[in-house]
């Protein structure tokens, strides 16, 4: 049968026959594991409503004990014929009936609302479908009953006799959890995020730290619940209100509790959502883990591993693979404990796809580990209808899969001639049917000793050798180990751009803020132990001399706190034996301190920070005064949604998933092929960009261009590094990320182009119009590329005959996007358009210059400065944060802290000045050591006055306070009082000087 082919009628039993097993034969799957399909060659799971049950796989895994039966009966014709499946089952099977999975992704489904249905238990699943009896153990309308909602994510004690699951009864309302014995009694409620907010409040007043009540959206979501051996419980929950990057939905992530619902505490870190915990047989906890650290948003949700403390969290399977692209229900086989039963899923879908059974010890990004029950042909097919499958053995299965257009539950069987054997078990034709689970005695999971010390804010990280998994990296080239956090935001967004970023971080390379933690040092003998702040997502990055990144990881670990986690390299085979060679350096000495970079610490922004660099030394060139040297303009003009140099430096010249100057990663969805897999040393960042060289040997003719002093070089190296963010906090003023006025500012232009002649060369309008982002600029009207290229040099303005007398063609030089837009589905790397860059080349072999102006006075081009400086003033009048006044009207963004930030052991110093438009600044800097503290601003005409309440004019988050009241001429004297919520600093004092009366009116602005 050719592939995609809709094959829903053959997978359905005959009319009259519901229960009876059907047999499927492809070819052994072992010899086309190469063949799984892509995203463009993949069925449609929304036109086929049944996944391909086929067979094929490596002969002989069926064995007796997972059969159970293998009864034969004879036909009317006298053929032998199996036993049902279902006659195998000789216990109860727990279920649920529920409205199906609907939503836009995988991770939202709990805020629809789908009431009805309940848990139920099919107390004869062995005997005839006829004879099906089926018992309500919680609905809507039993005596027990919660009421009308949702009854889902059911989880049974190791002994069969209890059961957890969530309910959410109104549609904006909290899932909570719940318990209640197997018969329906001693139901009793665990969690109400509304009411128990345990670790996000203290006497009980709202923290900061978790920021809000009732969570993100309105309502925090306890979900997915599972008994661990020793009687305490795991969970996800939304409870620390992150926010996810790409859609503003909230993050549910792994938690513990008591039986009782008290002591909940987190034992992840992440950013993004996690997934359906269960229990392993040695006492880890098996989790979906979803995360992209400067890689795609889309495909990596894989499988992972944690004990119950949050130590020792460590990928599975599928962390650097771009399909399958989400990893759910898994379940380790107790019988076989080497191998994973999972659904493979789409992520932007329902939590609906394939049924797959993972070898754990074949390699983590293999896709020769997997045997796919929905599609032996292709092991990495996530496309279906199938979920939430429940191991008998590691070949049989029970799960939910869809049944006449809705799910059922169902058996499938791998046999020993690699065919299958699939089975209807139970079907309700009103309602679908979830999470079946059988109802026995399950083999008691190892408890893991506790671990780590809660009341510690810190852990410890042992580095045995980071050559380790580097062998084309020379011994003694790295020299320091940079920690950085990916931050997780739980405050509001202004609005997103074109870059799935609802907080416009970035033109889809960087994701998230980063908080530069600092760095510690390598011994000569590639080991490194160091304290490490806890609740964080930390990633490390291996340095050289220069201060460039050797390597970098592209996931994250945490300090769990009061331990030590020790790692053996960097990448290196986790699946082969380490030859220790004694005592590690770094063990012989003192656990390291993390100490600020050259350049500091905590937020690395680049409007603020790296644009200053380029303006001192290499603006006057790259699109200053002198010229657009090499086509390039690195002038801090501001574009729609970023400014000009740094569009020009992060564009994909030739390819779409490389930034070709800093050897930046696009993590737009479509480019995963590129973002996914695992960089090898040297390959991406810094020691591969062409700006690093530049900067850091003088390249193309720069060493006697300027001499940057090593804090600027490696400033500009971490930005490299940290894939090029644009915005370093979660800061924001109320216009948001876009300006408008940009895009009005450009049509206009194009119109007076259209005037002034340009048309004859330039298209204006329809698809051949081409209009780079950096031919005007709105910081300085005048450096504008479009005003200076049809100008003659000196001719009264900064001309530099840069127009040709021939057609402009579809080469660009700055491209974001290759094909216009971000590409949501997985493509092909090949599928992207490309062209071979061109060298900027302005001579006499480029043809005759045009001069279409005679000079500044020409009216052409004092129309168009016009529409430059016009547009500079709309928005300047209502400013971003990256503008001259976007400090007066920034609004603090938040990231999550689970454990306060300490306080400062050295206080930070405090700037002051009066603004040109009155206002007082007064600053402090957004690094580690403050980032995420609050700040008091006090302010008084006397020197050594007592801050108190009454003197209070601010608190702030900001990094800085714009005093904006009328200010009367003189001395004044502010303190700032630094707090964690908890504990307080002394006062820092400064004293500024204002120049006659300071009347700050400054109109907020609109959003």
């Known amino acids: 049968m050719s592939e995609g082919t809709d094959i829903s009628s053959a997978t359905q039993p005959p009319s009259g026959q ?71 089952l000789d216990f109860p099977v727990l279920f649920t009936k529920r409205g199906n999975y609907q939503g836009i992704h995988i991770y939202d489904t709990c805020y629809q609302w789908h009431p009805g249905g309940g848990i139920y238990v099919l107390e004869n699943p062995s005997s005839p479908p006829e004879k099906h009896r089926v018992r309500t153990v919680i609905d809507e309308n039993s005596g027990n009953s919660l009421g009308r909602g949702m009854y889902f994510d059911p989880d049974l004690s190791f002994d069969g006799q209890t059961l957890l699951f969530c309910f959410k009864g109104e549609p904006e309302g909290s899932s909570c959890i719940y318990e209640i014995r197997i018969d329906g009694t001693g139901l009793r409620q665990i969690t109400n995020p509304r009411a128990d907010y345990l670790p996000c409040e203290d006497g009980g007043e709202a923290r900061s730290v978790y920021h809000g009540r009732n969570g993100s959206l309105g309502a925090a979501q306890d979900l997915t619940p599972a008994y661990l051996p020793d009687g305490r419980i795991v969970f996800t929950t939304m409870r620390h209100n992150g926010l996810v990057p790409c859609n503003n939905t909230g993050v549910a992530i792994l938690h513990v509790m008591n039986a009782d619902g008290s002591d909940i505490h987190p034992i992840s870190v992440n950013s993004e959502t996690e997934f359906d915990p269960s229990i392993m047989r040695d006492g880890r906890i098996l989790y979906g883990r979803w995360e992209y650290v400067d890689k795609t948003a889309l495909t990596i949700q894989s499988l992972w591993t944690v004990y119950p403390s949050g130590t020792m969290e460590t990928a599975l399977y599928a962390n650097n693979m771009v399909f399958p692209e989400a990893v759910l229900d898994s379940r380790q086989v107790f019988s076989d404990p080497d191998y994973v ?68 539950l169902f058996l499938i069987r791998r046999n020993e001639d690699d065919s299958l054997t699939r089975e209807l078990l139970f079907s309700d034709p009103t309602i679908d049917c979830h999470s079946p689970i059988p109802i026995r005695v399950q083999q008691l999971a190892a408890v893991r000793p506790a671990q780590g010390d809660r009341t510690q804010d810190h852990g410890y990280f042992l580095l045995e050798d980071v050559y380790q998994g580097m062998p084309n990296v020379p011994r003694g080239t790295v020299k320091k180990l940079r920690v950085v956090e990916e931050t997780s935001r739980v405050s509001p967004t202004p609005g997103s751009g074109p870059f799935n970023q609802t907080f416009t971080i970035s033109a889809a390379l960087a994701w998230t803020a980063k908080n530069y933690l600092g760095e510690v040092s390598i011994e000569p003998d590639g080991s490194a132990y160091f304290e490490a702040p806890a609740g964080k997502m930390l990633f490390f990055q291996a340095l050289d001399a220069e201060g460039r990144c050797v390597r970098s990881m592209r996931t994250f670990i945490q300090a769990a706190p009061g331990t030590t986690r020790g790692c053996i390299g960097c990448h290196e085979n986790k699946q082969e034996a380490f030859q220790g060679k004694g005592l590690a350096i770094a063990q012989t000495k003192p656990p390291q301190q993390i100490r600020d970079e050259s350049w500091g610490s905590g937020v690395l922004d680049y409007p603020t920070m790296i644009q200053p660099i380029l303006d001192r030394h290499c603006v006057r060139c790259h699109g200053g005064e002198d010229g657009f040297a090499a086509g390039l303009d690195l002038t801090g003009g501001w574009t729609e949604y970023f400014s000009n140099s740094y569009e020009n430096l992060v564009s994909r010249r030739e390819l779409q998933y490389e930034a070709t100057l800093i050897a930046g990663v696009c993590s737009m969805n479509g480019t995963a092929y590129y973002s996914a897999p695992l960089f090898p040393a040297y390959a991406i ?145 090949d599928s992207f358009p490309k062209q071979q860059w061109r060298p900027w080349d302005k001579g006499e072999r480029s043809g005759e210059p045009v001069i279409s102006f005679a000079g500044a006075s020409d009216e052409h081009y004092r129309k168009m400065l016009a529409i430059i400086a016009r547009g500079r003033d709309q928005v300047l009048a209502n400013p971003r944060l990256d503008m001259p006044r976007g400090e007066l009207f920034a609004i603090a963004g938040r990231h999550r802290n689970i454990y306060p930030v300490r306080l400062p052991k050295r206080l930070p110093e405090l700037t002051a000045e009066q603004l040109p438009s009155g206002e007082v600044a007064v600053r402090w800097g957004l690094t580690t050591h403050t980032w995420g503290l609050f700040a008091d601003v006090h302010r008084s005409r006397e020197p050594d006055f007592v801050p108190d309440p009454e003197n209070r004019v601010a608190r702030t988050e900001l990094g800085a306070f714009i005093d904006r009241s009328v200010l009367p001429a003189g001395d004044l004297h502010y303190a700032v009082i630094f707090d964690n919520e908890k504990e307080r600093t002394d006062p820092v004092r400064i004293r500024v000087r204002v120049q006659g009366t300071a009347i700050a009116h400054s109109a907020a602005p609109r959003r």
């Open 341 to 408: 039963v999972s659904t493979f899923s789409k992520h932007n879908s329902t939590p609906r796809g394939a049924i797959a059974l993972i070898d754990t010890r074949i390699g983590k990004n293999d896709p020769g580990a997997v045997f796919n029950f929905s599609d032996p042909a292709h092991p990495l097919r996530d496309t279906g209808e199938a979920c939430e499958p429940y191991p008998l053995g590691k070949d049989f299965i029970l799960f939910s899969d869809q049944h006449e257009g809705r799910n059922a």
């Open 685 to 829: 960042g810094s020691p591969a960009a062409p700006l690093a060289r530049v900067v850091v040997e003088g390249d193309l003719g720069h060493r006697e261009r300027f001499r940057m002093t090593r804090r600027e070089r490696d400033l500009i190296l971490a930005w490299i590094d940290g894939n090029g963010p644009y915005h370093g906090t979660w800061n924001y003023t109320p216009r948001g990320f876009q300006l408008a006025e940009w895009q009005e500012t450009r049509k206009q232009l194009s119109a007076a182009m259209t005037d002034a002649g340009c048309g004859q060369c330039h298209a204006t309008e329809g698809p051949n119009a081409r209009f780079e982002p950096d031919w005007f600029n709105l910081e300085r009207p005048e450096l504008s590329r479009i005003l200076r290229a049809p100008l003659a040099r000196d001719a009264g303005g900064l001309g530099e005959a840069l127009c040709r007398d021939r057609k402009v063609d579809s080469f660009q030089r700055l491209r974001i996007f290759s094909t216009g837009q971000y590409e949501h589905a997985v493509k092909p790397l």
């Open 18 to 88: 519901a229960g009876s097993p059907q047999r499927f034969h492809r070819p052994c799957a072992r010899h086309a594991e190469d063949s799984a399909l892509g995203p463009e060659q993949a069925p449609d799971r929304h036109t086929q409503t049944q996944p391909t049950p086929t067979t094929g796989g490596i002969r002989g895994l069926l064995r007796a004990a997972t059969v159970l039966l293998a009864a034969v009966a004879l036909t009317n014709n006298g053929a032998a014929k199996a036993a049902p499946l279902r006659e195998a």
